[in-house]
């Protein structure tokens, strides 16, 4: 699990490459319908965990009619650097809320 994150040619290494965590991670895809039909869809996921050594987070992510699972690789990244405060530098918050009351008037 740690190849497909870390090495080249790994099937989500193109995500995870410059991770500032090492993750361990698969991805995947399920084919769903009658086979050799039109109905036939491939769904796509990827579950992973990380720090790799001592896990703090696992997340799974499946996409209906996704394809390709290295595609959900990346929506588990951005949940993990989330997770890890990696997007601090991009939040702006606005604490200076009126109460609801005070709207009303």
Do not use: C
Not at 22 to 29: A, H, I, L, Q, Y
Not at 37 to 52: L, N, R, V, Y
Not at 86 to 105: G, H, R
């Amino acid at each position: 699990m740690r190849s497909v994150t870390s090495e080249t040619g790994g099937t989500a290494y193109q995500y995870f490459k410059n991770f500032n965590i090492e993750v361990g991670g698969k991805t995947g895809s399920a084919q769903v319908g009658e086979v050799g039909t039109e109905s036939q869809k491939t769904h796509a996921w990827f579950i992973g965990f990380a720090p790799f050594d001592e896990p703090e987070i696992a997340v799974v992510i499946l996409v209906e009619n996704g394809g390709a699972g290295g595609y959900t690789a990346e929506a588990a990244r951005d949940v993990m650097a989330q997770y890890f405060g990696m997007n601090t530098n991009q939040v702006n918050e606005d604490v200076s809320a009126i109460p609801y009351t005070q709207l009303q008037n």
